[in-house]
């Protein structure tokens, strides 16, 4: 069960978008595995993609078709990530997006195709291409819900939500959903994440809105150290609002969208988090007082990273060596280790590079039954400081990843 996370409901329409799912046969068993999200040719997209040397065939495609300057269709499939796939993934891909073309009245440039599941296997085109006509018909601006539901994988909960602010004294939504419950490790975004907003904004200044975002919310999340080879995160701006277009970095309307886009990214990616594969607790690590962020990033990554940790906060053991092994391997030259303070919670469990004289393990375990667990890590060299979520590691995990493919 995911840790003190609800399923999405009551998500907005957004204005310029309508959304579509169906079961195309994709999974041995019955359930929705197919979405179309449609959008005005004139909206502005922005993207951001894994960094994986082995991305999918959709992520190659996808990002080919996003140099022509108009869009109006994602295609998403669940079950199949049509990755490690070759040319042969990469025709499949492009076939898909073809037909929806076709179908549709607009060129296959049009289309941005993304996939997710198991990876290694051929992509079953003439189950998706069979069912394109459903998604066109069954198209409408209030399926954001169904389209939640229909690109989870090993999810337990559909993740979403939506946020409103006034610009120029006109309402503005923004909606978004994503899916992502194991391997997760960012670099770039989450496994799939779409964000949509009426607002009117500039394509170059979306793409900076986005990557912003990114960089304090999907990039801040480890579940298991793994970068998907499918990762990708949308961010569409119909340009159905009635207010001034943002095309310019100094503009008020731009600070007050990317504030709320923001919070949308860091609730989606917070949730993937929640819903890690097996996860009992959701573990905030903030490392303060670093020299640069990076240096920082580096030390959260390294204890978000250790199964060693990992799995000593599943079994609610405040083994506070392990956090100092982990940070001494963070990749800090010259640590002055004698400077180093850690805390769960407000309980201080290390001061000056070792044990707290006033620490105890009984407070120490009460700290780590909580589901949700505050670390902070006082490095006492600089003035930087970052943010990383991360969960524990169960038996739970382990089992949902050997069986993945049963």
């Known amino acids: ?134 998604l066109l018909a069954g198209l409408s601006e209030n399926n954001w819900n169904q389209c939640a539901e229909t690109i989870i994988t090993t999810d337990t909960v559909t993740k979403g939500v939506s946020r409103q602010l006034e610009l120029d004294g006109c309402t503005v939504t923004v909606t978004g959903i994503a899916k992502g419950s194991g391997m997760i490790r960012p670099d770039m975004a989450t496994m799939l994440a779409y964000i949509a907003t009426d607002a009117a904004v500039d394509k170059k200044i979306l793409q900076r809105i986005l990557d912003n975002a990114v960089n304090r919310s999907f990039n801040r999340i480890c579940v298991d ?108 030259s010259e640590l002055d280790t004698s400077q180093v303070s850690v805390y769960l919670n407000n309980c201080r469990i290390v001061h000056n590079g070792a044990r707290d004289k006033d620490y105890t393990e009984e407070a120490g375990q009460q700290v780590m039954k909580a589901e949700e667990i505050a670390m902070k890590v006082d490095l006492s060299r600089g003035e930087a400081d970052a943010t990383v979520w991360t969960c524990d590691f169960s038996y739970e995990y382990v089992k949902i990843n050997a069986d993945y493919r049963s």
């Open 1 to 134: 069960m995911p840790v003190r996370l609800q399923p999405a409901k009551n998500l907005l329409p957004v204005p310029g978008i309508r959304l579509a799912s169906t079961s195309a046969g994709i999974y041995a068993r019955s359930r929705p595995d197919l979405a179309l999200i449609e959008f005005g040719q004139d909206a502005a997209v922005s993207a951001v993609f894994t960094r994986n040397s082995f991305a999918a065939a959709p992520v190659i495609v996808a990002k080919r078709h996003l140099v022509n300057n108009s869009h109006r269709y994602c295609l998403i499939n669940a079950g199949n990530a049509n990755a490690a796939t070759g040319e042969s993934g990469i025709q499949a891909a492009l076939t898909s997006c073809s037909k929806l073309a076709e179908l549709a009245g607009c060129s296959v440039e049009m289309v941005l195709p993304f996939s997710t599941g198991v990876i290694g296997q051929d992509l079953p085109v003439e189950k998706i291409t069979n069912s394109i006509p459903t």
């Open 225 to 332: 150290g793994d970068m998907s080879t499918n990762d990708a995160c949308l961010l569409i701006a119909t340009g159905k609002a009635k207010h001034n277009l943002i095309t310019d970095s100094k503009d008020a309307n731009l600070e007050k969208l990317q504030t709320v886009i923001n919070e949308v990214c860091e609730f989606l990616a917070t949730a993937i988090v929640r819903d890690g594969e097996g996860a009992t607790k959701f573990i905030t690590i903030n490392i303060k007082n670093g020299q640069s962020v990076q240096e920082c990033l580096d030390v959260a990554y390294a204890i978000a990273t250790s199964p060693l940790v990992k799995t000593a906060f599943f079994a609610s053991d405040p083994n506070w060596g392990r956090i100092l092994a982990a940070i001494g391997r963070g990749g800090i």
